[in-house]
């Protein structure tokens, strides 16, 4: 199982909608390096949901139901989605400013790739989050 961390802007999806609808198609990806981490996604990794934008906060967990495919969002060129499923919402945000702060995050591709849509994660950076969100705010 691979770990990775999605980002999105909430107020285009955001992670309340993802665990209203059920499940979703990961789609609209325009990076090529994001893209290439899109399919490197197999069923059953697991996902931290990340609203950017002015938000800046991993919100949820998700995880992968069905591999890379073509993005029937594409009008042109070579780009791939996954489908997803919502976990569980975190039990508080944990902030950019937090992970950032965070001497076992701070090297973590959110942090080092920060543009990037679709980042890996490791085991350790993915619990480390969970972790933090079960902790009172800093």
Not at 71 to 94: H, I, Y
Not at 100 to 105: C, G, P, Q, T
Not at 121 to 132: D, G, N, P, V, Y
Request: charged share 30%; aromatic share 8%.
């Amino acid at each position: 199982m691979a770990y990775w961390l999605v980002k999105e802007e909430p107020e285009k999806y955001n992670f309340a909608k993802l665990l209203k609808d059920g499940s979703t198609a990961w789609d609209g990806v325009r990076n090529y390096q994001a893209r290439n981490n899109l399919r490197a996604m197999k069923v059953g990794d697991e996902l931290i949901y990340y609203h950017t934008g002015k938000e800046r906060a991993a919100v949820g967990t998700a995880v992968v139901t069905r591999a890379a495919y073509p993005d029937p969002t594409a009008q042109e060129g070579d780009w791939s989605c996954v489908d997803v499923e919502p976990g569980e919402r975190l039990d508080r945000a944990v902030t950019l400013a937090e992970i950032k702060a965070d001497e076992k995050l701070n090297g973590c591709a959110l942090v080092k790739q920060g543009r990037l849509s679709v980042v890996p994660l490791t085991a350790a950076e993915f619990k480390r989050i969970r972790s933090l969100a079960k902790k009172a705010s800093v």
